[in-house]
T-cell receptor
């Protein structure tokens, strides 16, 4: 079972460059999320989506954009990369909103902006 | 606004002993969920256990149990009979009641556990 797949696993960007982190899930989940994890810290929500065509900001959306054109895919776009965006990025999904619905996480993308 | 606090940045535990990881939370919602996730050195996030705010019994999953004290707003994770493979970061997280849309999980800062042989 593929679950949640993130690409790439590692990336180094120069300041000012742009890139897209890819995330796809094959579980037909409605809800998808992007989190970032700074070294030694917990996860912070960047953006989330409750279904195709619907996205909303999380705690730390500045410097990022998302789109959700299909149920399966939820790419995260970084525009004008900055060193503060050096982090590990996790994509996650869940079937629905009930409070006991656990999240399925991808394996993460380690991004360094130099 | 929610807040999840894990006051123990790191802990050592002897193999085969039990360890308790502290988690306190702050919410004004009546309906919420509490989760524990494990993050080994490989980096993936592994779901361990869930407790709903209306659940009367403490959650258990194998060697994991959640000591839920609603009045104190605490949801401590107990790992019994620690194994070397339990060495990892552990995150407490809370999901707030769903509003019009959204299902957001807020994480604590984590506790690093190192199991000694």
């Amino acid at each position: 079972n593929a679950g949640v797949t993130q690409t790439p696993k590692f990336r180094i960007l120069k300041i000012g460059q742009s890139m897209t982190l890819q995330c796809t899930q094959d579980m037909n989940h409605n809800y998808m999320y992007w989190y970032r994890q700074d070294p030694g810290m917990g996860l912070k929500l960047i953006y989330y989506s409750v279904g195709a065509g619907i996205t909303d900001k999380g705690e730390v959306p500045n410097g990022y954009n998302v789109s959700r054109s299909t149920t399966e895919d939820f790419p995260l776009r970084l525009e004008l990369a900055a060193p503060s965006q050096t982090s590990v990025y996790f994509c996650a999904s869940s079937y629905g909103p009930p409070t006991n619905e656990k999240l399925f996480f991808g394996s993460g993308t380690q991004l360094s902006v130099l | 606004a929610q807040k999840i606090t894990q006051t123990q940045p790191g802990m050592f535990v002897q193999e085969k002993e039990a360890v308790t990881l502290d988690c306190t939370y702050d919410t004004s919602d009546q309906s919420y969920g509490l989760f524990w996730y494990k993050q080994p050195s490989s980096g993936e996030m592994i779901f361990l256990i869930y407790q709903g705010s209306y659940d009367e019994q403490n959650a258990t999953e194998g060697r994991y149990s959640l000591n839920f004290q609603k009045a104190r707003k605490s949801a401590n994770l107990v790992i019994s009979a620690s194994q070397l493979g339990d060495s990892a970061m552990y995150f407490c997280a809370m999901r707030e009641r769903v509003k019009a849309a959204g299902n957001k999980l807020t994480f604590g800062g984590g506790t690093r556990v190192l199991v000694k042989p």
